[in-house]
Nanobody, 117 residues
Framework: EVQLVESGGGLVQPGGSLRLSCAAS????????MSWVRQAPGKGPEWVSS????????YYADSVKGRFTISRDNAKNAVYLQMNSLKPEDTAIYYC??????????WGQGTQVTVSS
């Protein structure tokens, strides 16, 4: 059974930090590009960041560039999102996504991040 399980969300004050984790199982993790996508209340999904299967290339939305860092550990079947200098507008449910050309995508259940004083 394929599973993507996010963790690490929570309530943090503006300027604070959180580290999200996504644990993968049931598929060949090292062959998939991984992404984080978020959805704020009342808004559509927003792509946040991606990392290629080998971990050598990373990509970021302009809204998070310089504040967020994506990484992965293929030995642990995990992808991470280090979020620094958090802003209220970062409040959203954060989802982990696995993508591989010619194969179906996989999604996690999401983890809530709330940035508020």
């Amino acid at each position: 059974e394929v599973q993507l399980v996010e963790s690490g969300g929570g309530l943090v004050q503006p300027g604070g930090s959180l580290r999200l984790s996504c644990a993968a199982s049931g598929f060949t993790f090292g062959s998939y590009d991984m992404s984080w996508v978020r959805q704020a209340p009342g808004k559509g999904p927003e792509w946040v960041s991606s990392i290629n299967s080998g971990g050598g290339s990373t990509y970021y939305a302009d809204s998070v560039k310089g504040r967020f860092t994506i990484s992965r550990d293929n030995a642990k079947n995990a992808v991470y999102l280090q979020m620094n200098s958090l802003k209220p507008e970062d409040t959203a449910i954060y989802y982990c996504n696995a993508k591989r050309i010619y194969y179906r995508d996989y999604w996690g259940q999401g983890t809530q991040v709330t940035v508020s004083s």
